[in-house]
């Protein structure tokens, strides 16, 4: 790539960082509502968030590469910018390791920020979700034409990866930042943004391996929330893990009955196998209360596919998921 291609890029990722870090108060102010949580956690936010992960420049953030560098690098100011503070147990705001991609050893990082418990700070709630795509065609070996990039008659290189997952990114950081300013947790929160889910749940292994899990008291990972189904939210669960649905709809209508008692929906997609395929079974399976929240369908039209782009996602509806477990997770972070 041209050095000058190469500058202009750097400098429009470091603009809409600028753009992003700066906007948060305006958009605070620009929405008139009285709900803290819907002038926090706006579709203008998550537009933005979405925008920024899954921009040209990162390059489908393949694990291990400079793309994926450059989305970790934002994920962690971002995390620096509401307030969250580097795990004791790490230099800074990664969890380094080295790992395969595509038969080559690289180095990569889960990205960790923490807002600490004011009763129980021993003990720990993750937020996660994962920062990885599967990077261009290059590593694809695949041809996609995109209808959607604006280069209409090129053929897509990029796989974007807006709505897998620069959409649970978001989520997770909007959280952070409405937690960061509007509660005071019972409980250590974590925030977490993995790296090698595409290659096997490898960042959520490599993170539930060095963890007292015992101290965890529960993991919610965030999945593809940018295209819902018809049916809105639904949570994966297994035998032991099948509690979240109930928690978080019971918690939903004693704050907001706008909401009806069953916004959140179960996985009704069995033969997929959900509840095994995303990071939250790495903790699940070192018995920790760990499910994943998901909005569309494993069998959607772009999925692992070049079109998922930032511009086919339903921001609003995103918005409405995302407000929903702000609020009900509020009592799982603060029981009364
Ligand atoms: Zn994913």
Not at 269 to 285: E, G, H, I, K, V
Not at 321 to 333: E, R
């Amino acid at each position: 790539m041209p050095e000058r291609v190469k500058k202009n890029i750097q400098c429009s990722i470091m603009l809409l960082l600028c753009i992003v870090l700066s906007g948060l108060d305006q958009l605070h102010a620009q929405t008139d509502s009285t709900n803290p949580v819907a002038r926090s956690i706006t579709a203008d936010k998550l537009r933005m968030l979405v925008q920024t992960l899954s921009h040209d420049s990162m390059d489908g953030r393949l694990t291990g590469s400079e793309g994926a560098g450059k989305a970790a690098a934002f994920i962690h100011h971002y995390m620096e910018a509401v307030g969250l503070k580097p795990m004791e147990a790490f230099a800074g705001y990664y969890q380094l390791f080295s790992m395969e991609v595509n038969e080559k050893n690289v180095a990569t990082y889960n990205v960790i920020g923490q807002l600490t418990g004011k009763v129980r700070p021993d003990s720990a709630i993750i937020f996660s979700a994962h920062f990885d795509h599967i990077g261009n065609n290059n590593y694809n070996g695949k041809k996609y034409r995109s209808r959607y990039s604006g280069r209409n008659s090129k053929i897509d290189q990029l796989f974007n990866g807006a709505n897998d997952n620069a959409s649970g990114v978001s989520a997770m950081l909007a959280l952070a930042d409405y937690y960061t300013h509007h509660a005071e947790p019972y409980y250590t929160l974590l925030f977490v943004a993995f790296s090698g889910e595409e290659q096997g749940l490898v960042g959520s292994e490599k993170l539930a391996a060095i963890m007292p899990t015992q101290h965890i008291v529960r993991l919610i990972n965030l999945e593809m929330l940018g295209r819902p189904n018809k049916k809105g939210a639904f949570i994966t669960y297994d035998r032991d893990n099948n509690d979240l649905q109930d928690i978080l709809n019971k918690n939903l209508y004693n704050n907001s009955p706008a909401y009806g008692k069953r916004f959140f929906g179960l996985d009704t997609y069995s033969d997929q196998q959900l509840f095994m395929r995303s990071d939250n079974f790495p903790f699940a399976r070192a018995g920790v209360k760990a499910n994943t929240i998901m909005a569309t369908s494993p069998q959607d039209q772009f999925y692992h596919h070049a079109d998922d782009e930032w511009n086919t996602l339903n921001y609003e509806k995103m918005a409405e998921i995302v407000q929903a477990i702000a609020l009900a997770c509020q009592p799982i972070i603060c029981p009364q």
